[in-house]
């Protein structure tokens, strides 16, 4: 079974500079990678996702990075802004019906 | 644009006790989902429903039972409510399964006494 980790529960960024937000996974196989950004009392909110034919995908301020000899993709936000402030769940679809596997979430902070 | 609502926002139980949690979504999704997070946790799936008229378990699915009564609604159902089963449960919904989005309500806040 595919599993996602990510390895830091917080992250602090001064306002305006880079946000980079780690996560491993354990599975080499076809893979597809979502990450989720979650504010308090409310559901997860998708943000940008990328496919293992890519090694990088872009929206806006938000880039996604995927290094598959590593095993490890990266959320790079910038510049980071108050609003960015949540918790980031990277999760994994294997294309198969059964839903999304979740990391465990990396809580960002973005100092004014 | 509702999106996908579900009620209640919160719930307290006591062990033994039953309930409902409902979810509807308006996107004219095919595929919708029930998933539960604990503190500290990332989202466990428990049960899904590819499409109208199909259910099948995820990685948690004891002490639960879900009914797709439609296409846009989606219900999960605890039968005899356990400690353990305190948690905030989100439902989500997407056009179809595989490498596709999820969309999530805003989750139920269940506590079990």
């Known amino acids: 079974d595919q599993q996602v980790k990510q390895n830091s529960p917080s992250l602090s960024v001064q306002e305006g500079r880079i946000s980079i937000l780690n996560c491993d996974y354990t599975n080499s196989m076809f893979d597809y990678f979502l990450w989720y950004k979650k504010y308090p009392a409310e559901g997860p909110t998708f943000l940008i996702s990328?496919?293992?034919?890519?090694d990088k995908n872009e929206d806006g301020r938000f880039t996604v990075f995927l290094n598959k000899s590593a095993k490890h993709l990266s959320l790079h936000i910038v510049p980071s802004q108050p609003g960015d402030s949540a918790v980031y769940f990277c999760a994994y679809s294997g294309g198969g019906a059964d839903g999304l596997t979740f990391g465990k979430g990396t809580h960002l902070i973005i100092q004014p | 644009n509702a999106g996908v609502t579900q009620t209640p926002k919160f719930q307290v139980l006591k062990t033994g006790q039953s309930m409902t949690l409902q979810c509807a979504q308006d996107?004219?999704?095919?595929?919708m989902y029930w998933y539960r997070q604990d503190p500290g946790m990332g989202l466990r799936l428990i049960y899904y429903s590819a499409s109208e008229g199909t259910t099948d378990k995820g990685e948690v699915p004891n002490g639960y039972n879900v009914s797709r009564l439609n296409k846009r609604e989606f219900s999960l159902r605890l039968e005899s409510a356990a400690p353990s089963q305190t948690s905030v449960y989100f439902c989500a919904s997407s056009v179809w399964t595989g490498h596709q989005p999820q969309h999530f309500g805003d989750g139920t806040r269940l506590s079990i006494l």
């Open positions: 996107m004219n999704h095919n595929s």
């Open positions: 990328i496919s293992s034919i890519k």
